[in-house]
């Protein structure tokens, strides 16, 4: 079974802290995904990337920015977390042409 | 850019019901489609998925959904709803690249 981990499930940030989400998938995937999910609005793309090193913008990439470094982790970092921030945030993999497999989600709370 | 519209934003029913979630999108070239559901509180997970071949697509728990090129259209459906099909459903949207596009979601609710 693919396996897309995302290392913290709940967190707590205050205002104006820098912040990292981790997500490690287990599948050697070429393209992997950070999105938003916020009542009413579905899942909005943040960032993508399809090979090491490599990173495209999605639909609302201000106030983030991501790292690859390595095929199986992809981070999402907020460099100044804000209240607007708090939402529920998936990461997800993929081949090329296939379906995307999620991870369990982190909700992150900015105080 | 690309966008997918549920039309539904909450919808409620009885057990043993018949479901129809309506999915449209706006590009028009070759797209994959797919729909995922979230059970309360787990991850999402894939119910459906159309690349190519036969319009009609079966999936899991006996969810199906019809392409219609000519209406850019991907609805999902399901004959007889039970009390564990209360979920999110997410219409999704692929091009010949790496980006998947999500609608707005159409919360599920079946009554016992």
């Known amino acids: 079974d693919v396996k897309v981990t995302q290392s913290s499930r709940y967190l707590v940030k205050r205002t104006g802290e820098k912040v990292f989400l981790e997500c490690v998938q287990d599948?050697?995937?070429?393209?992997m995904f950070w999105y938003r999910q916020d009542p009413g609005l579905g899942l909005r793309l943040i960032y993508f990337?399809?090979?090491?090193?490599?990173?495209e913008k999605g639909d609302i990439p201000e106030g983030y920015s991501v790292s690859r470094e390595k095929k199986e982790r992809f981070s999402l970092i907020l460099e100044s977390a804000s209240t607007n921030q708090t939402s529920m945030y998936l990461c997800?993999?993929?081949?090329?042409?296939?379906?995307?497999?999620f991870g369990q989600g982190t909700r992150l709370t900015v105080v | 850019a690309q966008s997918v519209s549920q039309h539904n934003h909450h919808v409620i029913l009885s057990e043993a019901a018949s479901l129809e979630l309506g999915c449209n999108y706006s590009?028009?070239?070759?797209?994959?489609l797919f729909w995922y559901v979230q059970y309360p509180g787990q991850h999402l997970q894939l119910l459906l998925k159309?690349?190519?071949?036969?319009?009609l697509v079966k999936g899991i728990k006996g969810f199906e959904a019809e392409f219609i090129k000519s209406k850019f259209s991907f609805n999902l459906r399901k004959p007889s709803v039970q009390w564990s099909d209360t979920a999110e459903y997410f219409c999704?949207?692929?091009?010949?690249?790496?980006?998947?596009?999500f609608g707005a979601g159409t919360t599920v609710t079946v009554r016992a």
């Open positions: 999704a949207v692929s091009l010949n690249d790496y980006k998947l596009s």
């Open positions: 590009y028009g070239g070759t797209v994959n």
């Open positions: 990337s399809y090979d090491v090193k490599m990173k």
């Open positions: 599948m050697d995937h070429e393209n």
């Open positions: 159309y690349f190519s071949g036969d319009p």
């Open positions: 997800a993999s993929s081949y090329t042409n296939t379906e995307a497999f």
